[in-house]
Protein backbone atom coordinates (compact mmCIF):
# COMPACT_ATOMS: atom_id res chain seq x y z
CA UNK A 1 0.00 0.00 0.00
CA UNK A 2 0.94 3.65 -0.73
CA UNK A 3 0.86 5.59 2.25
CA UNK A 4 0.36 9.52 1.71
CA UNK A 5 1.11 11.45 5.00
CA UNK A 6 0.17 15.16 4.00
CA UNK A 7 2.17 17.78 6.71
CA UNK A 8 -0.49 20.21 7.99
CA UNK A 9 0.92 23.26 10.32
CA UNK A 10 -1.89 25.93 10.87
CA UNK A 11 -4.28 24.23 8.72
CA UNK A 12 -2.20 24.50 5.66
CA UNK A 13 -0.55 21.69 3.67
CA UNK A 14 3.02 22.55 4.15
CA UNK A 15 4.37 19.22 3.02
CA UNK A 16 4.14 15.60 2.76
CA UNK A 17 6.44 12.18 2.57
CA UNK A 18 4.88 9.09 0.69
CA UNK A 19 6.11 5.80 1.53
CA UNK A 20 5.21 2.04 -0.13
CA UNK A 21 4.36 0.14 -2.80
CA UNK A 22 0.68 -0.03 -4.41
CA UNK A 23 1.05 -3.81 -5.26
CA UNK A 24 -1.27 -3.68 -7.82
CA UNK A 25 1.96 -5.20 -10.10
CA UNK A 26 5.26 -5.87 -10.03
CA UNK A 27 7.85 -2.81 -9.34
CA UNK A 28 8.10 -1.06 -12.93
CA UNK A 29 4.92 -2.27 -13.82
CA UNK A 30 3.00 -0.72 -11.29
CA UNK A 31 0.51 1.94 -12.69
CA UNK A 32 -0.79 3.52 -9.55
CA UNK A 33 2.66 3.61 -8.41
CA UNK A 34 3.88 5.40 -11.59
CA UNK A 35 0.63 7.65 -11.04
CA UNK A 36 1.21 9.36 -7.61
CA UNK A 37 4.55 9.29 -8.56
CA UNK A 38 4.45 11.38 -11.16
CA UNK A 39 1.76 13.67 -9.68
CA UNK A 40 4.27 14.11 -6.59
CA UNK A 41 6.91 14.86 -8.64
CA UNK A 42 5.06 17.61 -10.45
CA UNK A 43 4.22 18.71 -6.96
CA UNK A 44 7.64 18.79 -5.91
CA UNK A 45 9.54 20.11 -9.08
CA UNK A 46 6.56 23.22 -8.96
CA UNK A 47 7.51 24.03 -5.08
CA UNK A 48 11.20 24.13 -6.03
CA UNK A 49 12.00 25.17 -9.45
CA UNK A 50 9.13 27.09 -10.46
CA UNK A 51 7.66 28.99 -7.33
CA UNK A 52 11.52 28.64 -6.13
CA UNK A 53 10.07 28.41 -2.37
CA UNK A 54 12.60 27.17 0.27
CA UNK A 55 12.03 23.47 0.66
CA UNK A 56 13.50 20.42 2.32
CA UNK A 57 12.83 17.59 -0.53
CA UNK A 58 14.34 14.09 -1.39
CA UNK A 59 13.39 11.49 -3.02
CA UNK A 60 15.12 7.90 -3.10
CA UNK A 61 13.96 3.90 -4.18
CA UNK A 62 9.93 4.79 -3.30
CA UNK A 63 10.22 7.39 -0.92
CA UNK A 64 9.62 11.00 -1.51
CA UNK A 65 9.82 13.40 1.49
CA UNK A 66 8.93 17.52 0.91
CA UNK A 67 8.74 20.08 3.42
CA UNK A 68 7.93 23.91 2.52
CA UNK A 69 9.69 26.52 5.14
CA UNK A 70 7.95 28.23 7.17
CA UNK A 71 6.71 31.85 5.51
CA UNK A 72 6.50 29.54 2.11
CA UNK A 73 3.12 27.98 2.99
CA UNK A 74 1.00 30.13 1.14
CA UNK A 75 3.32 30.97 -2.10
CA UNK A 76 3.16 26.99 -2.27
CA UNK A 77 -0.90 26.44 -0.78
CA UNK A 78 -2.42 26.10 -4.53
CA UNK A 79 -0.12 23.08 -5.67
CA UNK A 80 0.00 21.21 -1.90
CA UNK A 81 -3.90 21.51 -2.75
CA UNK A 82 -4.06 19.81 -5.90
CA UNK A 83 -1.79 17.65 -4.68
CA UNK A 84 -4.06 16.30 -1.98
CA UNK A 85 -7.25 16.52 -4.27
CA UNK A 86 -5.43 14.60 -6.71
CA UNK A 87 -4.66 11.50 -3.90
CA UNK A 88 -8.38 11.60 -2.14
CA UNK A 89 -9.96 11.34 -5.71
CA UNK A 90 -7.25 8.18 -6.41
CA UNK A 91 -7.61 6.90 -3.01
CA UNK A 92 -11.53 6.74 -3.75
CA UNK A 93 -10.82 4.57 -6.87
CA UNK A 94 -8.11 2.38 -5.41
CA UNK A 95 -9.48 2.73 -1.65
CA UNK A 96 -6.98 -1.08 -0.98
CA UNK A 97 -3.73 0.59 -2.56
CA UNK A 98 -3.37 4.22 -1.10
CA UNK A 99 -3.85 5.76 2.67
CA UNK A 100 -3.85 9.35 2.49
CA UNK A 101 -3.56 10.35 6.33
CA UNK A 102 -3.38 13.81 7.95
CA UNK A 103 -0.31 14.98 10.64
CA UNK A 104 0.29 18.04 12.50
CA UNK A 105 3.24 19.75 12.20
Not at 1 to 10: D, G, W
Not at 76 to 95: A, S, V
Request: glycine letters at 6%; one cysteine or more.
Amino acid sequence: MIKAELFVKQKKIVGFHLTGHSGMDEYGKDVLCAFVSSAAYMTANTITDVICAQAQASAADGDMYVRVSDGYADRCRDILYGFELHLLNTKEQYPKYLQVIYTEV
